[in-house]
């Protein structure tokens, strides 16, 4: 960043990853520390150090002020942050000022704390600390932690659908199933812990999903036009069960909402759907198996007039960004024993590719990872001369 750049960052007020400080003492370390730790859990950050916080005037800094400031910092990132942390600075002169700009990485070695092991993070311009939840999220994306593997507390293997199970595992395994064994074999496929289930396990074999897990469900509104704030549906349903019954409700539900053409085809011939199918199956099966199962929420799926739309609860996983999705980019998935064995269970056919096979079929689809309000949404919009 060079001077120009800066001093126009400073006057176009682009506060939301950028930090301004007046001055830079001692008295000041728990704050700073707190800012660090935030930007190093979220996607990095700008402290600037010579600028008034409130209105951007540029103070400056002496050269010994300079030299005191980066021993603090570097110190406080070293000894006050866990893990510690590595920032840069660059001094820039504004208007006659010295400007130190201090750059904060997006953390590697995600989550860190300060010295009283509190963990923070950057919301829009500020920093908070994080809620269990989000802690959790950021164990998760540092793969330390994973959702899947959570066992739930009021669940036994009791609540294994044992005939869904059985079809399973002589399918993947080719060899007969015991009955008996089902505690061990459920165990050794982390699909249960201690004799209950893990969230993995229950997605896809309970026989009472809705109750083990009432918060991880599809909630389907089709609309009348294509306004999303309305007082009536044409139809609405909160889709519960296992991973597949939601699947294939999900499918009937949207299907039920597209319209056919005739094309070419004779009149009393069923039509041609206006989406492909393997578009709606693509994108639902990966909303399913890719969503943050974190966070306690149900995927959105809505169907207006002009577009549908399928929102699943978490940003895209490891950093990827939209453009590596478009582009076929793989990497470890957050639910690794779902990608493993999904594909005995709902037509998966690998991370990344589905994406790929859904542009190709369609290619009037959008992308939107927020990453701030930690969801994923994907929108169809409909073909307008059809509708």
């Known amino acids: 960043m060079n001077a120009l750049e800066l001093l126009d960052m400073i006057n176009a007020g682009e506060t939301s990853c950028v930090q301004f400080k007046k001055k830079l003492q001692p008295k000041q370390a728990g704050d700073i520390v707190a800012e660090m730790v935030a930007m190093s859990n979220f996607e990095g950050g700008t402290i600037l150090v010579g600028v008034e916080d409130k209105t951007g005037n540029i103070n400056g800094l002496s050269f010994t002020e300079i030299e005191a400031v980066n021993n603090y ?36 070695d995600k989550p860190y704390c300060d010295n009283d092991m509190v963990y923070w993070i950057k919301s829009a311009a500020n920093k908070r600390k994080v809620s269990p939840e989000e802690l959790k999220r950021l164990f998760q994306s540092a793969e330390k932690l994973y959702a899947e593997r959570e ?16 079809k399973f595992y002589e399918n993947r395994f080719e060899e007969k199933f015991d009955k008996d064994a089902i505690s061990r074999l459920m165990t050794n496929l982390k699909l249960a812990k201690d004799d209950k ?7 896809m074999f309970s026989k009472n999903c809705e109750i083990l897990l009432p918060d991880f469900y599809i909630s389907a509104i089709w609309f ?27 499918i009937d539900f949207v299907l039920g909402a597209l319209k056919r053409v005739q094309n070419d085809k004779s009149f009393n011939s069923i039509g041609t759907i206006e989406i492909p199918e393997i578009v709606l199956v693509e994108i639902l099966v990966n909303a399913l198996v890719h969503r943050d199962y974190f966070i306690h929420d149900s995927i959105k799926l809505f169907v207006f007039e002009n577009r549908i739309e399928i929102k699943s609860p978490g940003k895209l996983p490891n950093n990827l960004t939209v ?4 582009h076929g980019i793989q990497r470890r998935s957050r639910n690794v024993i779902l990608t493993s064995f999904i594909s005995d269970i709902l037509p998966y056919r690998g991370v990344g590719s589905g994406i790929l096979k859904a542009l190709k ?6 992308f939107e990872n927020n990453t701030q309000a930690e969801y994923f949404k994907v929108t169809i919009h409909r073909p307008e001369e059809k509708r």
């Open 361 to 366: 079929a369609y290619p009037k689809i959008d």
């Open 151 to 166: 066992y739930i507390k009021d669940s036994s293997i009791s609540d294994i659908d044992l005939t869904l199970f059985r």
């Open 224 to 250: 009348w036009n294509d306004d999303f704030i309305v007082d009536e549906y044409r139809a609405s349903n909160n889709i519960t069960g296992n991973i597949a019954q939601q699947y294939k409700k999900a």
């Open 197 to 203: 289930l893990t969230l993995a396990g229950a997605l």
């Open 73 to 108: 910092l570097f110190n406080w990132a070293t000894n006050n942050i866990k893990p510690s942390v590595a920032v840069f600075t660059e001094t820039v002169n504004i208007e006659g000022k010295n400007v130190l700009i201090v750059t904060v990485p997006r953390g590697i």
């Open 323 to 326: 453009e590596d999705i478009k």
